[in-house]
């Protein structure tokens, strides 16, 4: 996945300090079906996800990362989830940490289609026959999936997985 000229340029400064960034995570739905793309980074099939730009709104980037990912425009219905992801280590040494944004969102328009560098593969597969995904992946698409109308987030640390 590209990094952002953003965080470029930050790391000119910070150097592999920790990052603390706001990232969006998109679970988009079509006659029981969910998009994913196979992720050009570590192979695994996955939710497509981003990260904000400055001043971008998070309904807005998660339109625009899926578009930018998978050809496909969707409209999102609902933050489904706010979520603190553990930190991680990139494989150029840079850490990070996400606050991830997971909004259910449904197809408009387009044809599935890998998009840009970031996707091996991008298709659409029903819920009962998911490939592996990697654990945080489910999680967010379990609490996108509930019948909960309001997000779902962490209250006591007891709640994470």
Do not use: Y
């Amino acid at each position: 996945m590209p990094t952002p000229d953003f965080i470029l340029e930050l790391r000119k400064s910070i150097g592999t300090a920790p990052l603390w960034l706001s990232g969006v995570t998109a679970v988009v739905l079509h006659e029981g079906r969910i998009l994913l793309n196979r992720r050009s980074d570590n192979g695994r099939w996955a939710l497509l996800h981003g990260i904000l730009e400055p001043g971008e709104q998070p309904g807005v980037a998660v339109v625009r990362e899926v578009f930018e990912e998978t050809g496909v425009t969707v409209s999102v219905e609902r933050l489904s989830s706010v979520f603190s992801l553990p930190p991680g280590v990139c494989a150029n040494g840079d850490r990070v940490q996400f606050l991830d944004l997971t909004f259910v969102c449904r197809l408009v328009g387009g044809e599935a289609r890998v998009n840009d560098d970031e996707s091996l593969a991008v298709a659409w597969f029903h819920l009962d026959t998911l490939p592996p995904m990697a654990e945080a992946d489910r999680f967010l698409l379990d609490k996108a999936l509930a019948a909960e109308a309001s997000p779902w987030f962490v209250t006591d640390p007891g709640d994470l997985p």
